[in-house]
Antibody, heavy 118, light 106 residues
Framework: EVQLVESGGGLIQPGGSLRLSCAAS????????MSWVRQAPGKGLDLVSV???????YYADSVKGRFTISRDNSKNIGYLQMNSLKVEDTAVYYC????????????WGQGTLVAVSS | SYDLTQPLSVSVALGQTAKITCGGN??????VHWYQQKPGQAPVLVIC???IRPSGIPDRFSGSNSGNTATLTISRAQVGDEAVYYC?????????FGGGTKLTVL
């Protein structure tokens, strides 16, 4: 059974930084795709970033230059480093696994809330 | 960029069939995936690659894709099917989600 467990969310002031973690079991982050999808209160799904199995990355324009996605293969954990946070980054952040050779978001974590406010 | 268009809301009578559409330019050429999100929960994949139901998804859920419209069909709708449904494709440059459709079962 695949489990993705996020941690690291919280309340942060504008301009601050947070690092989200995604601990994976039953899903090997190094041989699949790992992504972060966020959902602002009352809004739809917004793809933030994807880390491909070959190490290449995708970032939404809204976070490019501020967020960095990475992984620790030995621990099977994914990360999202978020810097220069803005009020509009407030959302539930989901870690989502995309199986290799697929383009569907198969495995979702429970989400972690990031609230950016002064 | 590739855009997906979904109706904001769809209503269906209890036990009847609901159809939720997802519009996109020549969407038939793409694999369409559908997600169900109930309040306070993470999304769940209910249909992948147009028509495939992942393990554990009831056969009341089905999908189709033709021309510029993909459709999620929910037969014998139940109160438990009330949720927001999102379609998603690979849009040639990145992954794209539709805006979501709220399904209400009357």
């Amino acid at each position: 059974e695949v489990q993705l467990v996020e941690s690291g969310g919280g309340l942060i002031q504008p301009g601050g930084s947070l690092r989200l973690s995604c601990a994976a079991s039953g899903f090997t982050v190094s041989s699949n795709y790992m992504s972060w999808v966020r959902q602002a209160p009352g809004k739809g799904l917004d793809l933030v970033s994807v880390l491909n199995k070959d190490g290449s990355t995708y970032y939404a324009d809204s976070v490019k230059g501020r967020f960095t996605i990475s992984r620790d293969n030995s621990k099977n954990i994914g990360y999202l480093q978020m810097n220069s946070l803005k009020v509009e980054d407030t959302a539930v952040y989901y870690c989502v696994g995309i199986p290799a050779a697929s383009d569907s978001f198969d495995y979702w974590g429970q989400g972690t809330l990031v609230a950016v406010s002064s | 960029s590739y855009d997906l268009t979904q109706p904001l809301s769809v209503s269906v009578a209890l036990g009847q069939t609901a159809k939720i559409t997802c519009g996109g330019n020549n969407i038939v050429s793409k694999n369409v995936h559908w997600y169900q999100q109930k309040p306070g929960q993470a999304p769940v994949l209910v249909i992948c690659r147009d028509t495939i139901r992942p393990s554990g998804i009831p056969d009341r859920f089905s999908g189709s894709n033709s021309g510029n419209t993909a459709t999620l069909t929910i037969s014998r709708a139940q109160v438990g099917d009330e949720a927001v449904y999102y379609c998603q494709v690979w849009g040639s440059l990145s992954w794209v989600f539709g805006g979501g459709t709220k399904l209400t079962v009357l």
